[in-house]
Every structure is written in C-alpha cells, then in structure tokens.
C-alpha cells in the first residue's frame, strides 16, 4: 500500500438484520484501502446477524476483526411482514459462508462475541487520541451504553470521557434533513434506525445525539433512499474478476430474489439504498470528491435533536432556536451534490472492486 495514504480508524455499529445495506458498508469497510477497520459492534440481538457480520469479514481477509453483539441473544431470522417483499440473508451468510476464516465460524456460536461496551472501550483505549471515527449504522443502543460505562480493566476513564479522548468523528445514518421527521398534522414520526419498533430505541438514540462529546455527522434518509446500488454486483457474470460466491453479493440476491423485486418497478434499478454504504464512504473519504455537502456545522449553525419517546428527529437551526432543543452539539448533516444515478455508480465500482480484492489477494 502506498505509504502516502492516510488511513482511517473506523468502528462500525451495525443493526445487520433486516436490511442489505448493512452488508454492502461492512464490504467497503472491509475493503477500501484508506480504511483500518478496528472492531465492528452489533446491535441487533439475532445470533445470526453476529455470525454473518464474521463470515463477511472472514471472506474479505478480517477475520482478525474482533465482534461485538448485544444480550440477550436470540435465533430469530427476519421475516418482511410489512410489504412482503424481500427476503431474509443473514442465516444464509453465516452458514454458507461459515467456512470464511471469521472470528465467529459457525462452530462457535454467537455467545463467543464481545460484550459490546467491553469491546468499544478495549478498542478505544488502545487507539491514538481523537483516531478512530464510529459509524452508526442502526440503533445506538450500545453508544448509548459506552457513554454511560464505568472504569473497568481497558481504561480508568468514564464513557463519556473515553470517547471524547479517543474519538475525533461520529457519523450517524438515521433521521431526515433539514425538515425532520413529522407527519403532517406536525407530529414526530420515527426513523428507524432512531426508534426501532414501538419506539424501543429511542431514549438511547436521543442521550447519544444530545450528550456525544465531540464531532457528529447525519447521513438522512433522503440522501440514500433513491441512490439504488448492488445490482453490477449481483449481475457480475463469469470472468469478471467478481467471484460468483461473493457473500455480499448473495446477501443482494437473497434479499430481493435475485433482483425480481424491482421489477415491477419499470426503469428502477435493481439492487437496494445506499443509506449505510454512503455513511461509510463518507467516514473514510469525507465528502467524495464533491459527491456529499456537509451542512450545519460551517456558516449557519445547528443541531438535531431526537424525541426519546418515538425517536423521530427535529432539525434546530442555531439562529432560531427559542429553547427546549436540548444540549448544544457539534452537528452537520450530508446532503447528496450529484444526480443519485452517478453516486450510485461510485458506490457500485467500490464495490465490485472490493469484491475483486479477495481474488487479487489470493493470486
């Protein structure tokens, strides 16, 4: 690798389950050469969403990447009883990819991951100060935890005091920007990564949002929700230097049925959002080259602000803000600058060039 390239140290914290998207940002994690991927912390409690975390970081050469998963476990596997329309992928990954070299294979079991909080705070205290960038790519359940965790054996310090020692940025998918999320009698609406189901997350998303010591960046539902990206990946044919049994690219076909989802959609592209993919990108190549636009933190200033009851989310704009916004933050939010057809194009050839990467490695 060129000495010249600097790296970034991330953490990912992934709700892997019920979307693809979570898949496609552990390979760019995995793969990209500007990224030191360091630990990645689940939280979903789905064994199976452990397991398929290791066998995607086994097949892309991170096996040696430890794994965190919040109690208690369960074997659920993923069932769209809201539309009906894709299909689940994380069992598949853990068992066809078991083989893969992961830390977690599937003769052992989702019990040997980390403690979450144990791992973010083993990780952070062997990290350079204000190095590692955390990526929030689902509930923040296990933020929320490591901000309040005691002392222990990795480091004297408190969560809080850890984080604002060692993290420099956290990016956190989730929300909508700059209108919030409300339905239009002016109620909060939830964003899912914010509320989870019944709203069962959202106290720990709005303590992350309005006490995180340092740097925070959203990435909206708006910006990933028309940027299609997978399908060069799940088209990949024979002698394309994508090997066919690629564990992301079969979560793709196994999530939209080989792609038969989209096709009722006429010209829309097959594959999925880019929402996860996008917030990875972003935490290790910043705003891509003019692709993303950073609003928020430059000029006019504000902050997001989470209601801890539904977990939908408020924009604050610094100059109007009339109080009850909660606690003062260093916030931005992204904003796509290019047609989605050509960001998702760049997320696409990432793609396909960290799925070749395992075939370059190994010759």
């Given at each position: 690798m060129d000495s010249c390239v600097t790296m970034t140290n991330l953490i990912i914290d992934t709700d892997i389950f019920s979307d693809v998207d979570d898949a496609a940002a552990l390979l760019l994690a995995a793969t990209l050469p500007d990224a030191n991927l360091l630990a990645v912390n689940v939280n979903h409690s789905s064994s199976y969403s452990?397991?398929?975390?290791?066998?995607?970081?086994?097949?892309?050469?991170?096996?040696?990447?430890?794994?965190?998963?919040?109690?208690?476990?369960?074997d659920d596997t993923y069932f769209d009883a809201r539309h009906f329309t894709t299909g689940e992928f994380t069992s598949k990954v853990a068992f066809r990819f078991r083989d893969s070299g992961g830390s977690l294979s599937w003769g052992r079991r989702a019990e040997d991951a980390w403690d979450p909080v144990a791992l973010y705070r083993k990780t952070l205290?062997?990290?350079?100060?204000?190095?590692?960038?955390?990526?929030?790519?689902?509930?923040?359940?296990?933020?929320?935890?490591?901000?309040?965790?005691?002392?222990?054996?990795?480091?004297?310090?408190?969560?809080?005091?850890?984080?604002s020692l060692k993290v420099g940025h956290l990016v956190v998918m989730g929300g909508a920007y700059p209108a919030g999320t409300h339905r239009?009698?002016?109620?909060?609406?939830?964003?899912?990564?914010?509320?989870?189901?019944?709203?069962?997350?959202?106290?720990?998303?709005a303590h992350v949002v309005s006490a995180w010591p340092g740097p925070v960046t959203f990435l909206g539902r708006e910006v990933g929700a028309s940027v299609m990206v997978g399908g060069p990946l799940m088209d990949a044919a024979q002698g394309s230097g994508v090997p066919r049994?690629?564990?992301?690219?079969?979560?793709?076909?196994?999530?939209?049925?080989?792609?038969?989802?989209?096709?009722?959609?006429?010209?829309?592209?097959?594959?999925?959002?880019?929402?996860?993919?996008?917030?990875?990108?972003y935490a290790v190549r910043g705003l891509a080259g003019g692709m993303l636009e950073e609003v928020g933190r430059q000029g006019r200033r504000g902050r997001c602000v989470v209601d801890e009851r539904v977990g939908g989310n408020r924009w604050v704009w610094e100059d109007e803000d009339r109080g009850g916004g909660g606690?003062?933050?260093?916030?931005a939010f992204l904003k796509l600058r290019v047609d989605p057809e050509a960001a998702a194009a760049v997320v696409d050839e990432l793609l396909l060039q960290g799925a070749r990467s395992v075939v370059e490695r190994a010759s």
């Open positions: 452990a397991l398929a975390v290791s066998a995607i970081l086994g097949h892309y050469g991170k096996g040696h990447v430890p794994i965190g998963i919040r109690r208690p476990l369960t205290a062997e990290a350079a100060d204000g190095s590692v960038t955390v990526v929030s790519i689902g509930f923040l359940d296990n933020l929320s935890a490591l901000l309040t965790s005691l002392p222990d054996a990795s480091s004297p310090l408190p969560g809080r005091a850890l984080v239009d009698a002016g109620a909060p609406r939830p964003s899912w990564n914010f509320s989870g189901p019944n709203g069962a997350h959202a106290p720990a998303a049994r690629d564990p992301v690219r079969m979560a793709y076909l196994w999530y939209t049925y080989g792609g038969l989802l989209d096709e009722d959609g006429g010209d829309k592209k097959r594959g999925g959002p880019a929402w996860d993919a996008l917030a990875v990108l606690e003062d933050g260093d916030h």
